[in-house]
Structures are given as C-alpha cells and as structure tokens.
C-alpha cells in the first residue's frame, strides 16, 4: 500500500520561491509515475506537473518556466519546486502516485493529505 506525505508548504510574498517534498512510502518507487496537483476552494483540482517512470515530464500550461518536478530515488521523494510565486499559486498541493508508470490522462489512485502553499505581501 502506497502512503504519501507533503511536506513545505506555507506562507510567503509574491516573487519568492518554495520547495514542496513528498516521501513515498511502499514497494519499488521507481515504477511509479509522481505527480503534483492543486486545488483552491472552490475550484477545481489542477494537474502542476508529472514525472514518469523513464524520465517524462508534463507541466501544466501556467506553471511552465516556474515550477520543476524532480525524484530522488535514494530518498523515495519528489521535489516540486517553486519559484516566482504568485498570489494566483495560492492553493493547497497534493502528491499523486500512478502505478501505471507512464503519463496518463487522469492521476493515479494514491494521494497525500496535502500542504498549503499561500502567497501573499
């Protein structure tokens, strides 16, 4: 069973940067395709960006230039990294995990508890 926690989030001024981490926890991470997404109230939920299994990467249309997944294999996490945020980023980020592999329409079935990201002077 696949387990996701996110982790650094919080509060900070527009133009600053942030370094979103989330530790996977089950069986053979490498095979699973990590995902990052948001969702403001009231909106719907967004896809950030998505790394598969051999190295693929998707990035959402808004976030292209400014937000960069990675994995860290020894450590079972991905990175989401922030950088020129906005107010418009504020929202609350969740890690996916889709054992699939590949970069799939729709998410994977395993999501963390999320962490909120506000941007704000």
């Known amino acids: 069973q696949v387990q996701l926690m996110e982790s650094g989030g919080g509060l900070v001024q527009p133009g600053q940067s942030l370094t979103l981490s989330c530790a996977f926890s089950g069986n053979d991470f490498g095979s699973y395709t990590m995902g990052w997404y948001r969702q403001a109230p009231g909106k719907e939920r967004e896809v950030i960006a998505r790394l598969s299994n051999d190295g693929h990467r998707l990035t959402g249309k808004s976030m292209k230039g400014r937000f960069t997944i990675s994995r860290d294999k020894a450590k079972n996490t991905v990175v989401l990294q922030l950088d020129n945020l906005k107010p418009e980023d504020t929202s609350v980020y969740y890690c996916?995990?889709?054992?699939?592999?590949?970069?799939?329409?729709?998410?994977?079935?395993?999501w963390g508890q999320g962490t909120k990201v506000t941007v704000s002077s």
């Open positions: 996916n995990a889709d054992p699939r592999g590949g970069l799939y329409a729709s998410p994977g079935p395993s």
